[in-house]
């Protein structure tokens, strides 16, 4: 089984930063991705970035060139590093990570919430 740990999601101002991060732990085979989705209210969860095993990174357009995914093998830790925030990235922030074993196993963390000041 595995557990993600979420942390540094909180209350900042427009144009502020935040950093978060995610943990797996647990019976982990191989990883096939790990991202960041988010969920305001009243809205659908969407991917936010993700960063996929061979290198590759995705980022919905809304934070491309603000937001940046990284990953270090040796923790399972996936970051976010978030700049130039904005009222509207205000949302619940929820990790992702893929991993492939006897099955493909999809798992979520519990959600932090990042909440820009305007």
């Known amino acids: 089984q595995v557990e993600l740990v979420e942390s540094g999601g909180g209350l900042v101002q427009a144009g502020g930063s935040l950093r978060l991060s995610c943990a797996a732990s647990?019976?982990?085979?191989?990883?096939?991705?790990m991202g960041w989705h988010r969920q305001a209210p009243g809205k659908q969860r969407e991917l936010v970035a993700i960063?996929?095993?061979?290198?590759?990174?995705n980022y919905a357009d809304s934070v491309k060139g603000r937001f940046t995914i990284s990953r270090d093998g040796t923790k399972n830790t996936v970051y976010l590093e978030m700049n130039s925030l904005k009222p509207e990235d205000t949302a619940v922030y929820y990790c992702?990570?893929?991993?492939?074993?006897?099955?493909?196993?999809?798992?979520w963390g519990q959600g932090t919430q990042v909440t820009v000041s305007s």
């Open positions: 992702n990570v893929v991993t492939v074993g006897n099955s493909i196993v999809t798992v």
């Open positions: 960063f996929r095993s061979g290198g590759s990174t």
């Open positions: 647990g019976r982990i085979f191989r990883i096939m991705s």
